[in-house]
């Protein structure tokens, strides 16, 4: 995500300089073909005027319903970290409760509640990993035993494995006092409001927006560049200043080349880019928060801005 309110030039320029270098060739063409008098059939500039009209159009509302997307992702993320919250305390606190039974252990109780909240630091890690088509599954190593570990590399779906094993879990320490018997009924309610978390995202990752709107955005575009420099030649020539064409050209493009690009960019929130929704932060204020909660003090050290981006 990107956090500074200022950007380099160059690199914003790099985003669009495959459109940038046809709208010079195309103005530069034109320059010269009218100068010469190769070729002097002007194009009305109310034709352009209205294709731009038209590209502008689409380009807003591809915007739109790319922010959409983007918000929606963030909004969702959002969720997950309160439901991160509430599912830890809910464990803890439930499993502290039971202190006067007579069956209760205290080193049985501090490594459920351990285990339990790993295991969901786990989940968000492995939702992260997952929505960015990652193989980094080794980062969950330490969040999980051994045997866990290794059926959960082996499965398709892995937050969806972990979410199980997180129920599996919670009736093993019901069946044998470590939880009461009906502390299961706000845990699966916490944990079904993280399992449509995660459809959300796996949605989003898996619905592109309608690639109609991106064909059409991008050929509008091209004709709009090509058309452009032919519309204006006539107007800079009667001022005797024709090569000043080319970089209107090249101007009025990069607007419309650099607007189209900032949809195409934010329709997917989930690609590891500098403009995705940071899911490695959110995960890193979960996963100190979490242990916090465990009363842990050797925390991870926090997730920083990097040069105006949160990754």
């Not at 991160?84 to 502290?96: K, M, Y």
């Not at 069946?175 to 018997?181: S, V």
Request: charged share 20%; glycine share 6%; hydrophobic share 45%.
């Amino acid at each position: 995500m990107i956090i500074k309110r200022n950007f380099n030039p160059i690199k914003v320029v790099h985003y669009v300089k495959t459109k940038l270098l046809f709208s010079a060739l195309v103005s530069l063409g034109v320059w010269w073909t009218y100068t010469h008098e190769i070729a002097q059939v002007p194009l009305p500039f109310s034709i352009v005027a209205i294709l731009g009209s038209a590209l502008a159009i689409f380009i807003a509302f591809r915007n739109n319903s790319a922010y959409g997307r983007w918000w929606e992702a963030r909004t969702v993320w959002g969720g997950i970290v309160n439901s991160s919250r509430v599912l830890a305390r809910l464990i803890i606190t439930f499993t502290d409760s039971h202190a006067h039974q007579v069956n209760y252990e205290h080193e049985r109780s501090e490594g459920f509640k351990r285990q339990l909240v790993y295991i969901c630091i786990a989940w968000v890690h492995a939702l992260r990993i997952q929505l960015r088509n990652q193989d980094t599954w080794q980062e969950l190593n330490s969040f999980l035993t051994e045997s866990d570990y290794s059926e959960m590399v082996q499965s398709q779906n892995k937050p969806n494995f972990l979410q199980l094993l997180i129920g599996k879990k919670i009736y093993q320490a019901m069946a044998n006092g470590t939880l009461g018997g009906f502390d299961s009924f706000q845990m699966e309610g916490q944990l079904l409001a993280l399992a449509n978390y995660q459809g959300s995202c796996e949605r989003i990752k898996n619905t592109p927006l309608l690639r109609q709107y991106d064909y059409f955005t991008r050929l509008f575009l091209y004709v709009f560049i090509f058309l452009l420099p032919i519309a204006l030649i006539d107007d800079f020539s009667r001022i005797e200043i024709a090569g000043w064409m080319i970089p209107v050209s090249v101007l009025i493009s990069f607007v419309f080349s650099i607007q189209a690009k900032v949809g195409e960019v934010n329709e997917d929130p989930f690609e590891n880019r500098i403009t995705d929704v940071p899911l490695s932060a959110l995960c890193n204020t979960i996963e100190r928060d979490l242990k916090e909660m465990l009363g842990e003090k050797e925390l991870p050290q926090k997730t920083e801005v990097i040069e105006g981006y949160l990754f």
